[in-house]
């Protein structure tokens, strides 16, 4: 009884030391006013980082597999 007292202590204790705390969050309103043209313009330029490697590597998926 005494060694499944002492591993769920253990288990308690490897539980308890995961555990992480929440983000400190403000429900302030923001500090600077974004404008849609901002906005979009933000977001063109983060999908065709994300996006545009990916896509030039399928669009010449087949020169790849020629290659070798």
Request: no cysteine.
């Amino acid at each position: 009884m005494s060694g499944i007292k002492s591993s769920v202590n253990l288990l308690r204790v490897a539980v308890r030391s995961q555990i992480v705390s929440k983000a400190a969050l403000s429900h302030k309103p923001a500090k600077h006013h974004i404008s849609a043209g901002e906005q979009a313009i933000a977001l063109t330029v983060f999908f065709i980082t994300i996006l545009g490697p990916s896509g030039y590597v399928l669009a010449h998926l087949e020169d790849y597999k020629h290659h070798s």
